[in-house]
């Protein structure tokens, strides 16, 4: 089977991460080569403009500025690690991608989509995910979250109010629309394990994995 290029995306606190990564251990257990990796950042470089684009010293940034940082930290991404990984056969689970450029700065902060199409199209040449899978959960819950204060670290994306986080939500169910055969739509306000056992399911059934491999990580 050809590698494929699979992106978890959601609100802030809606548990993509954590799923990514328990995903991608049990995707190497299951005996196949996969990469986690995650935008912003994702390269040396990526990672330098992730601190750059999560600092809150710089107060609110125009949707456009976002966009530029964003998409070269993209584009370094795709050219050191996606494409290679892809190329030698390994699979690459990434936490983010352009969908969240159309959910936060299109949606969220009110770029012109056509603006972000147009700089996806030279920073990436369009390049899609082939397949995506969306934590979904109401925006009030997920705003609750960002804001807990037992997180230890508030970045400037997390101070946002709840109207953003429903303009998100709102900008991602559009894409849905938009993209039904690509996106997964995984309900993640539930308890872990159910949305954990979701997640595997869905990978099982795209990565071609066999009932078995469920049921033993399973127990
Ligand atoms: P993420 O790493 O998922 O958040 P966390 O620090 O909670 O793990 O993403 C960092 C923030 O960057 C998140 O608030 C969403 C934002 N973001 C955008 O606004 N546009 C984008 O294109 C991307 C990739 C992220």
Redesign the pocket.
Known sequence: MQAKFITFEGL??SG??THLERAADWLETSGLSCRAT????GTPLGDAL?GV??DPSWGALDGTV??LV??A??RQHLLEVIEPALAAGTHVLC???????????GH??GVALDLIERIDAIATGGRVPDHTLLFDLPAEEAHRR?QSTS?E?V????A?DLAFYRR?REGYSRLVGAHPDRFTTIDSSGPAERTWRRVQQVLAELLGLEERSLVTDAG
């Open positions: 802030d606190g993509k991460s995650k935008e912003p950042g992730r684009f999560l976002e966009s964003i998409f930290s993209r936490d983010r991608f352009t969908d969240s450029t159309v959910a936060y700065q969220g902060r960002g997180r670290v970045d400037r994306l997390d946002e998100v």
